[in-house]
């Protein structure tokens, strides 16, 4: 079992930066990446980022190319999403994710094995 606790999210305007953690425990040694998944209101979820524990490979969505950042530590077995220049359109909840088998494509949710319960990220215009 991985379990995965999120923190970091708030109301921001837009242009501003949020920094969201998402802290494993458990057996985070069997972890073969992470990654940030958000869901705003009526829509589905969609893949964020995600990064692979080992070595370090991150892949991104096309919408948040040069502003948000997914980084860990992997001696504190978390994962961050620094997100910067934020949009009223990046408002959703934000969670992490960790997967312990190979993943084939980082951006399909249903590859992760484990979830947080997700933080509320609002971004006003």
């Known amino acids: 079992q991985v379990q995965l606790v999120e923190s970091g999210g708030g109301l921001v305007q837009a242009g501003g930066s949020l920094r969201l953690s998402c802290a494993a425990s458990?057996?985070?040694?069997?972890?073969?990446?992470m990654g940030w998944f958000r869901q705003a209101p009526g829509k589905e979820r969609e893949f964020v980022a995600a990064?692979?524990?080992?070595?370090?490979?991150?892949y991104y969505a096309d919408s948040v190319k040069g502003r948000f950042t997914i980084s860990r530590d992997i001696a504190k077995n978390t994962v961050y999403l620094q997100m910067n220049s934020l949009k009223p359109e990046d408002t959703a909840v934000y969670s992490c994710?960790?997967?312990?088998?190979?993943?084939?494509?980082?951006?399909?949710?249903?590859?992760?094995?484990?979830w947080g319960q997700g933080t509320q990220v609002t971004v006003s215009s």
């Open positions: 990064i692979r524990w080992s070595g370090g490979s991150v």
């Open positions: 994710a960790a997967v312990l088998s190979r993943w084939s494509t980082p951006s399909n949710s249903y590859e992760y094995d484990y």
């Open positions: 458990g057996r985070t040694f069997s972890m073969y990446g």
